[in-house]
């Protein structure tokens, strides 16, 4: 039995107040998360060659992009900074310095911008010699525990400098429980963890790399810690140890292509779900406007929405100025 004509699903999108009216998803600039990349130097903008749009600035410079996200109504910002060769090494160590790039970013823009969340990423890959997340051992396998020491020392360094939202990209095994449990000996009762729970081994993050010079020292992979991209229940164990050890918010990384992971974590669990449009889904998207075959405007917000739909609280992405711009802010 037919329900035509009784029903015409037409009928409600057939004028722009109606479209409105049944719209089941919003997306504002408060949904956004824009990520930064510090350097060194002043009055510094160094364009990323892989991400047409987007440059590398001096800690000045990131204090007028944290003062241009107020006042386009974006909560957050996401630090990478770029690490130079001379101050990578094998153990990392440049990771606890006081006074290193993010920290210096962090005590800027929280001072132009103190309404501004900082949010800052926590693992190793920015500051070891050979580009992995963790610390190696002599027959070449990334240490899970030792790196966790480093991790829960990188995120008090950088608590310490002001930062607001600590988030671990590292998929080190037990890294939020050891982070919480440091945050809390500290003092930082009310800096947030937001885990990379569900962080995949990925072909997207290649522009990310450049970006803060990991590329070109990466030796290997990083399939013995990220995950496997044919994976998905094991996200959601993923998830519940993350939320068990003192998570305030959840992540997931690659973003338009692991849609089906967001949508079943925000089902299993009642935790705020964010994803990462990460590097090469930017780079992917300004390929596709640059060729001439997407509307930069609708392309960009349509993809962003994908996210809200899928169920994200909200969204990093390297489009947040333009998007918010776009949305009228
Ligand atoms: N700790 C690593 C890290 N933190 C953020 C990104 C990627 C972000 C992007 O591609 O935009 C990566 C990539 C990687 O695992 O090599
Ligand atoms: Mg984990």
């Known amino acids: ?5 009784h029903t015409r699903l037409r009928r409600t999108r057939m004028t722009a107040w109606s479209r409105d009216l049944h719209r089941e998803t919003s997306l504002s ?4 998360i824009w990520p930064l990349f510090p350097t060194e130097g002043h009055d ?6 892989t991400m047409p749009g987007v440059s590398r600035l001096s800690v000045d410079r990131l204090a007028k992009a944290a003062k241009e996200a107020a006042s386009l109504g974006i909560p957050a910002v996401a630090l990478f900074p770029h ?10 160590k440049e990771a606890l310095n006081p006074d290193n790039l ?19 990423d926590v693992a190793l890959d920015l500051y070891t010699s050979h580009g992995h997340d963790g610390l190696i051992s002599d027959s070449g396998e990334i240490l899970n525990d030792a790196t966790v020491e480093m991790l829960v020392g990188q995120s008090l360094n950088q608590a310490r400098a002001g930062c607001d939202i600590i988030a671990p990209s590292d998929m080190m095994d037990g890294r939020i429980e050891a982070i919480r449990a440091g945050l809390e000996g500290d003092g930082f009762h009310n800096t947030q963890i937001m885990a990379y729970s569900a962080k995949y081994a990925s072909a997207f993050y290649g522009p990310y790399r450049d970006a803060v010079g990991s590329g070109g020292v990466l030796k290997g992979d990083k399939k ?27 992540m997931v990384k690659p973003g338009m292509p ?5 949508r079943a974590i925000r089902d299993a669990f009642d935790v705020p779900v964010f994803a990462y449009q990460v590097s090469g889904e930017y780079a992917m998207l300004e390929a596709a406007i640059a060729a ?6 609708k392309g960009v917000l349509e993809a962003l929405m994908s996210f809200r739909r899928a169920g994200c609280s909200g969204v990093l992405t390297y489009h947040a100025p333009l998007a918010a711009r776009l949305m009228g802010a």
Request: glycine residues 6%; proline residues 7%.
């Open 258 to 262: 692991y849609l089906d992971i967001i």
């Open 83 to 92: 690490t130079s060769p001379a101050r990578r090494s094998e153990d990392a």
């Open 224 to 250: 013995t810690y990220q995950m496997d991209p044919a994976n998905a229940r094991e996200a959601l164990r993923e998830v519940a140890m993350d939320i068990e050890e003192g998570a305030d918010s959840v």
């Open 102 to 120: 993010i920290c210096r970013a962090i005590r800027a823009i929280k001072d132009a911008a103190p309404e501004v969340g900082v949010l800052t």
């Open 44 to 49: 510094q903008e160094v364009p990323v060659g």
């Open 292 to 297: 001439g075959v997407l509307d930069r405007g």
């Open 29 to 32: 600039p408060a949904n956004l």
């Open 1 to 5: 039995m037919t329900q035509f004509p």
